[in-house]
């Protein structure tokens, strides 16, 4: 292969978890509730929530919290599961079929006026067309309630596909174990976008699939979003 097409796809790779990152970000700070913050603690303007209509330099993690891989540890440890090549996050308290081990966690502490925020994440790039990711965090206790869980999953939603230049085309309500979801999809370019999310007490889960079809085909996508199990 000729080193520029390579660097081309490199590149290509590194901006698509770029792209996801900053989308979930943009969802995770949009929450009911959360407001984004100065580093000094104080209300950015006049506290308003933060929305997807932010910018990215308007999302700024906290500045001993600079995003990086983290070591694994015994923690959260990558786990693979030789029949069904699942992933396990003792952490995380999940397990999912990725196709193969993930890169991650990668952590980010984000401030907010309910509260610190950490978030996790994890991205297998199956190429410069199409990655696997998973992300959780954990919201201050009150943030989210029965009253609102089912609007924040929305805002979430909405939020995310926004981003990500693009809107909901499909959604459904979800349950696992109990605990509240929302299963929700949509386009960009050639792009398809297929996720679920959770909440289970305050951890918020989010995980699916960015890719063409032609990629990560809609069967592959669903089989790994449908393995998701809480642990």
């Known amino acids: 292969m000729h080193i520029f097409a390579l660097l081309n796809k490199t590149q290509k790779r590194k901006e698509m978890k770029k792209l996801i990152y900053a989308a979930m970000v943009t969802a995770l700070l949009g929450a009911a509730s959360c407001y984004q913050t100065t580093t ?10 933060v929305t997807d209509n932010n910018t990215d ?61 950490e978030n996790v994440q994890y991205v297998y790039t199956k190429s410069d067309k199409g990655s696997y990711f998973l992300s959780y965090s954990d919201y201050p206790a009150g943030a989210v309630t029965d009253d609102n869980v089912e609007s924040t999953l929305k805002t979430q939603a909405e939020s995310f596909m926004k981003k990500m230049g693009s809107k909901i085309a499909k959604s459904s309500s979800e349950r696992l174990d109990g605990n509240k979801g929302l299963s929700f999809s949509g386009k960009r370019d050639n792009l398809v976008i297929n996720m679920r999310s959770f909440f289970v007490g305050k951890r ?17 996508s669903n089989k790994f979003i449908d393995s998701f199990k809480i642990k």
């Open 57 to 117: 330099n308007n999302v700024k993690p906290s500045p001993d919290n600079n995003v990086q891989p983290a070591p694994d540890n015994k923690k959260d440890n990558k786990k693979e599961d030789k029949d069904n090549n699942s992933f396990k996050s003792e952490e995380g308290r999940f397990s999912i079929n990725f196709p193969d081990a993930p890169n991650g966690p990668t952590k980010n502490n984000y401030t907010t006026k309910a509260g610190t925020i």
């Open 40 to 49: 000094n603690n104080k209300p950015n303007g006049q506290g308003t929530e």
């Open 204 to 220: 918020y889960y989010q995980f699916g699939t960015i890719a063409e079809e032609s990629e990560i085909s809609t069967k592959e």
